[in-house]
């Protein structure tokens, strides 16, 4: 089981930047395809993008294309969203995500959630 830890929410103003981080531990922590979820009051969890065990392939959700950008450090277990040109519609619950046999771009793909880290993006 991966156990999974977030950091980097906060406040920031339309247009502003943001970088998340989601340190893994547990077994082969770094074997795991990993993901960014986000929810917002009312809403269910969404896709945001997610990144293979490697860093070789990234998908990402159509709202935050040319936007965000998930990478990982493998040597340290770690996996970041940089979310750049924030919108007002951004904020949410982000939630890092873990998936053991995919490369978790659905609930259904999830083996481990984070605590989830607030992002509010003021207008």
């Known amino acids: 089981q991966v156990q999974l830890v977030e950091s980097g929410g906060g406040l920031v103003q339309a247009g502003g930047s943001l970088r998340l981080s989601c340190v893994a531990s547990g077994r082969s922590a770094s074997y795991y395809g990993m993901g960014w979820f986000r929810q917002a009051p009312g809403e269910e969890r969404e896709f945001v993008a997610a990144?293979?065990?490697?860093?070789?392939?990234?998908i990402y959700a159509d709202s935050v294309k040319g936007r965000f950008t998930i990478s990982r450090d493998n040597a340290k277990n770690t996996v970041y969203l940089q979310m750049n040109t924030l919108k007002p519609e951004d904020t949410a619950v982000y939630y890092c995500?873990?998936?053991?046999?995919?490369?978790?771009?659905?609930?259904?793909?999830?083996?481990?959630w984070g605590q989830g880290t607030q992002v509010t993006v003021s207008s």
């Open positions: 990144i293979t065990w490697s860093g070789g392939n990234t």
């Open positions: 995500a873990a998936a053991r046999l995919a490369i978790p771009t659905s609930l259904g793909d999830v083996n481990g």
